[in-house]
């Protein structure tokens, strides 16, 4: 049965490696990196994810700053810390968590954040250059940087390979698919359009799912020998479970772990490496900003 990609693992070593490198500018410099979070709204989700992405920052010695806006705020309000923060010297990375209120405009507010301090990568100049042959972006989306770090800490070949990826959000499917590209795999999209996903997903040496659909995947979509990234992250009722409801992914994992050749679980596979990237993100932000190798 396959190997199991342990992200977790992965995640504390990189969050060490952080954490021994703030020290060592702090002592030298005196300079502590900055992440400036910003949450509109009051979703239980949205504010697990904001503290968790707070006590991540605690440990490896980032500062952080928190601003709580309420839902029926208005743009101009969000805009206007946007600034403060761009301006602020003791922050390195500004992030806006999502989703906005359906009212707000998020194209405009996250155009609003300096892209030197983009720490989550969602800002248009980024996207775009991640598209572009040639040029690079100041900074990658999480997610899909810690996909790719998976791949790379296990060693995991892409030049020439078949990738497909399923779903095509701005924040997982879209920037991976790009990234794939970028080296050198040949890419195909799958999303809620796709005729025959299965035979689609079956050519692929390496598997990315970010649909957000529980047991999307069966064991017969994979090639035997496939790698299976899995980013979803779904709730699925659980009598058995003290909350009622456990996570899940995209994948049936048991059915994947008898074809594939490795396959990221769901808790403990992408889940911990997008903090990790985001840590990982705001100390190189800061280092950039400060003029440090
Ligand atoms: P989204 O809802 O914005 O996008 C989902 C995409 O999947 C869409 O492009 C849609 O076309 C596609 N899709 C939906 N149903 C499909 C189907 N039946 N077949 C094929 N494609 C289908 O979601 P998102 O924000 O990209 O998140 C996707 C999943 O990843 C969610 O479960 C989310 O919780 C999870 N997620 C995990 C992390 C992490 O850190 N591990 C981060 C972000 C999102």
């Not at 601003?67 to 992030?95: M, Q, R, T, W, Y």
């Not at 194209?107 to 954040?113: D, F, P, R, S, T």
Request: aromatic share 4%.
């Amino acid at each position: 049965s396959s190997k199991i990609i342990d992200g977790k693992s992965i995640a504390k070593k990189i969050r060490d490696e952080i954490a021994g490198e703030i020290v060592s500018i702090k002592d030298s410099t005196g300079i502590v990196p900055g992440l400036a979070v910003i949450l509109v709204g009051s979703r239980k989700d949205s504010q697990t994810y904001v503290r968790n992405k707070k006590k991540a920052c605690d440990a490896v010695g980032i500062a952080s700053y928190e601003v709580n806006l309420p839902e029926d705020c208005k743009e101009e309000e969000v805009i206007k810390h946007i600034s403060e923060f761009n301006s602020n010297p003791a922050i390195h990375g500004i992030l806006v968590q999502l989703p906005l209120p359906r009212q707000m405009n998020e194209e405009k507010i996250l155009n609003a954040v300096s892209i030197e301090k983009d720490v989550d990568g969602f800002h248009p100049l980024n996207i775009g250059r991640l598209a572009m042959q040639g040029r690079d972006p100041l900074f990658v989306p999480c997610t899909p940087k810690g996909c790719m770090e998976l791949l790379h800490q296990y060693e995991i070949g892409i030049k020439g390979k078949r990738a497909v990826v399923i779903g095509r959000s701005n924040i997982v499917g879209m920037p991976v698919a790009l990234l794939l590209q970028r080296e050198n795999a040949t890419v195909c999209m799958v999303h809620s359009y796709t005729k025959n996903p299965a035979e689609i997903t079956s050519q692929a040496d390496i598997v990315i799912s970010a649909a957000g659909v529980a047991n999307l995947v069966r064991g017969n979509w994979l090639k035997p020998g496939a790698v299976v990234i899995d980013v979803g992250i779904n709730p699925i009722d659980d009598p058995e479970d003290r909350r009622g409801y456990r996570l899940v992914g995209d994948v049936c994992f048991e059915e994947a772990r008898a074809v594939a050749a490795a396959i990221t679980p769901v808790p403990g596979g992408v889940g911990p490496m997008t903090i990790a990237m985001l840590l990982s993100n705001t100390l190189s932000s800061a280092k950039r900003i400060h003029g440090l190798s």
